[in-house]
């Protein structure tokens, strides 16, 4: 199996036991982190310079519909209300299996070149077999790690996820690729009947699936007591959003092992109510990322970083204010916490933390080189908060499973004209669908 020994880089390792930054060698062995540590030998490897560069573990994008890919800015000004009409009233049945796998291959390859490593396909536009094979496939031929996070157009709340095709999912497409995961994206307690939540939740508890769910602005409905009734809360849940959720239902879930995913661009935006990130801090506990939708915001998990992390600054500022009527002295929320919610909590969310989030000795080599020599990076003091504010120009190279996805600042992948050539044509035709529906303008 290749070698390769990364030297000369400053490391945030993201591991508990180690400092938040280190001058340490990382040698690669197959799709595994070997060792980490300083003067590796060098024998059998081939040895990469990265003087100059910080790495960084891949990053994590827990949420993103990346079946949208292809309309990508249409909903830039669109309300939750209008994205939840044009979007999912008026575009989703017109959806071939083609537009599914391009907006997928073309998402996945973008998610790459910002950087994420590991991806939450949250796909609730499986109309049929064909559509999720599809959209599998896209993501298979980006080369990205991904939970395929199956779902299906919003239905009625008494119908309950078609368990046939999760079992055929396991047992085919998603069988036996060692970076693809399945799990449910479920209509969850919110919007299901206590009924079927409860029996959707069970099934994806019984075949061991992370089973994500949604949850904008506003008091929880029956199904949630439903699920906590049948103690089927865990490290498994995940709860998108989580905006406006009552503190003791975060308490309730947070003692559960239940993750939260914060896209905080997208809900600020678009009127999700005030992100999770603060309620969850309170608790000891901490959001992980993602970034929702590109037919609204860009897909960047760093600035869904960057945007979280300064909200909740402020908030906590503001409140320091009005408690104190003095400026607070020190900052609420640190770089590194931002940091660690694209890495490591977004591992955790996926059910993935045995394998990435982290840079160490039997971890995924998945990793991020950041070029810190750039004009906007440099020069980089911190090398934690320089990782922070990177942008796509700074992220140099990217590994997934100790395979090179992208080096010298360029993706490494064939066809990328053709790519882009069959996801303007999808965007285009859908887009038209939507203006015949009367849900854009031309």
Not at 348 to 357: E, H, I, P, S, T
């Amino acid at each position: 199996m290749s070698r390769t020994l990364l030297r000369g880089a400053q490391v945030i390792t993201m591991a508990p036991d180690r400092p938040d930054t280190e001058r340490v060698d990382i040698l690669v062995d197959g799709d595994r982190i070997a060792a980490v540590g300083e003067d590796l030998p060098s024998a059998g490897a081939e040895v990469v310079d990265f003087s100059g560069r910080i790495v960084i573990p891949g990053l994590v994008n827990v949420h993103l519909h990346t079946w949208q890919t292809a309309l990508r800015s249409v909903g830039a000004d669109w309300t939750l209300m209008e994205y939840l009409t044009h979007l999912h009233g008026e575009c989703v049945g017109h959806y071939t299996p083609d537009d599914m796998h391009i907006s997928n291959l073309a998402g996945a390859l973008n998610q790459i070149n910002c950087g994420t490593t590991t991806l939450g396909d949250w796909c609730h536009n499986s109309l049929t077999p064909e559509h999720a094979d599809a959209a599998v496939e896209g993501l298979v031929r980006s080369g990205i790690r991904a939970v395929f996070l199956h779902g299906t157009p919003y239905r009625a709340p008494d119908i309950p996820h078609p368990l046939a095709e999760i079992d055929r999912l396991l047992d085919g497409p998603v069988s036996g690729n060692p970076l693809l995961t399945l799990g449910m994206a479920l209509q969850g307690p919110q919007y299901s009947s206590p009924e079927t939540a409860v029996a959707d939740f069970r099934a994806a508890a019984e075949r061991g699936l992370v089973a994500s769910t949604h949850q904008s602005g506003g008091e929880p409905s029956p199904g949630w007591e439903a699920l906590r009734t049948a103690d089927l809360f865990g490290p498994r849940t995940n709860v998108v959003h989580g905006a406006d959720l009552p503190e003791d239902w975060i308490r309730t879930l947070v003692d559960a092992g239940v993750t939260f995913t914060t896209t905080p661009e997208n809900e600020l935006g678009q009127g999700h109510g005030i992100p999770v990130t603060g309620p969850l801090l309170r608790l000891g506990a901490a959001p992980s990322l993602g970034t929702d939708v590109d037919t609204v915001v860009p897909g960047k998990v760093l600035t869904a970083a960057r945007m979280a992390l300064a909200h909740q600054r402020s908030l906590d500022h503001a409140r320091h204010r009005r408690t104190t009527g003095m400026y607070a002295d020190t900052p609420s929320v640190t770089a590194k916490q931002a940091l660690a919610w694209a890495t490591v909590e977004g591992a955790k969310a996926l059910g993935l933390a045995d394998r990435v989030g982290r840079i160490a000795a039997d971890m995924q080599a998945d990793l991020v080189a950041v070029d810190a020599r750039a004009l906007n990076l440099w020069p980089a003091h911190d090398p934690v908060a320089t990782a922070l504010h990177a942008d796509i120009a700074n992220i140099e190279a990217v590994m997934i499973a100790g395979r090179w996805r992208k080096r010298d600042h360029a993706l490494i992948a064939t066809g990328l004209d053709d790519v882009k050539d069959r996801l303007r044509e999808s965007g285009e035709r859908l887009l038209h669908t939507m203006r015949e529906s009367g849900g854009t303008q031309d």
